[in-house]
């Protein structure tokens, strides 16, 4: 269990926050529906990769501009910073915002806040997805934009309430990138949604600057000299600390998706491998012998293949296939290479029996053997684990329609 799962509930809904205007820190939270944006008149020392701009920055506000708001003043399909410089320079003066800024457009403004003594982390999220019913007990991710325009951005924003050199505010950026990366490499999502995910991402850390640097008096003599500051990096114990960066930045993600309502189910893995139910009923049919092939057929099929997929026997195997194939593929274990479909490989074919048996029993082992040797329709082009499965998944729905 990490460090910071207990705090977990500390997490604000966006109403809470829009409600109270909760204090980030030194900063002050703010959104309203063309932006989100915290301003701190004490200023934050900040590293980000935002488009405006992107490194080391002494600033007063953060502002992600919405996408939609940015459209709304300029026709261009794609801008360019100084017009995204120009257009938030409008937003400023309409507001009546003040001061030094930095700044990204991102498509939406939904957020979450999580915050853990002084760590603070607000998570913008743009989402494309939603999970739809497909049958009563059945569900799929699917998008309005389709698969080749949907996007799912997850943006973060961490600000410690400490005063941090720029070097550690650069390894804390380093450590947050891995960490967000590792946490969503671990969940294996579908290949379809993870070409989508975070293409268009940012992360900013922002720190406190040394009371030092508030004193005007101090600030006319010696310049503000970010590199030659009293920071507070000496006075933290750095492992303990980045471990609680890691967990935060992990919660935070685990929340975002709790917020978007986003699971995945046995059908989005069958999309990422460009296999539709209709595909299947196709395949199936393919090798009915002596008798006619009526859409009365193929609807019982359907419906058959739909409630086998609800069993969570038949579930597990199909995942069994579905998740070695992917390590196999990318060269996750070392001793096994399956470029050229190895003869002596034949799990893939007790996999794809065990499912056509746990359908329709014994009688439907013997129907695997047909289509797996055939590979009708779309199982043809499939992968040399993943085509014995669907194989069995077809054998056992075609006996368990005609077993009366």
Known sequence: MNKLSKEKNNSK??????????????????????ALYINNQDYFLTFSDLEVSDGIDVIENI??????????QIKNKDINDE?????TETYKEKNNIEGSYICQNFDNLEYIVNSYDDIS???VISNDLEVQEFTNNLKVVNSDKGFVDARLNIGQIILINKSLSPKMLIQIYKIATKQKAKFFESLHLPTHINNILNTDDFLLVGA?????????EYVMEFGLDITNMEYEDKNIDLNEFYERIEDAVTISCEDAL???????????YFVSEGILIGDLVEAGIELLAGVEVTDEIKEK?????LKSLEDINVIALLMSAIRTEEDFQKNRVREVDVSDDPAYLYTDEVLGLAISNQIAGTKATFNFKRYDEAKPGIIYGLGPMVDDIFAGLIAGCMSKIFEE
Request: no cysteine.
């Open 258 to 268: 709790d917020k978007i309502n986003l699971t995945i189910g046995i059908l989005d």
């Open 13 to 34: 809904d966006q109403n809470e926050i829009k409600n109270d205007m909760s204090k980030i820190k030194k900063g002050q939270l703010k959104k309203d529906k063309n």
């Open 83 to 87: 017009e995204l410089i120009e257009i």
């Open 208 to 216: 406190n600057l040394p009371e030092e640097s508030l004193n005007e």
């Open 63 to 72: 502002i992600i501009l919405s996408n939609r708001y940015i459209k709304n």
């Open 301 to 305: 099929l359907e419906k058959q293949i």
């Open 121 to 123: 982390i607000i998570t």
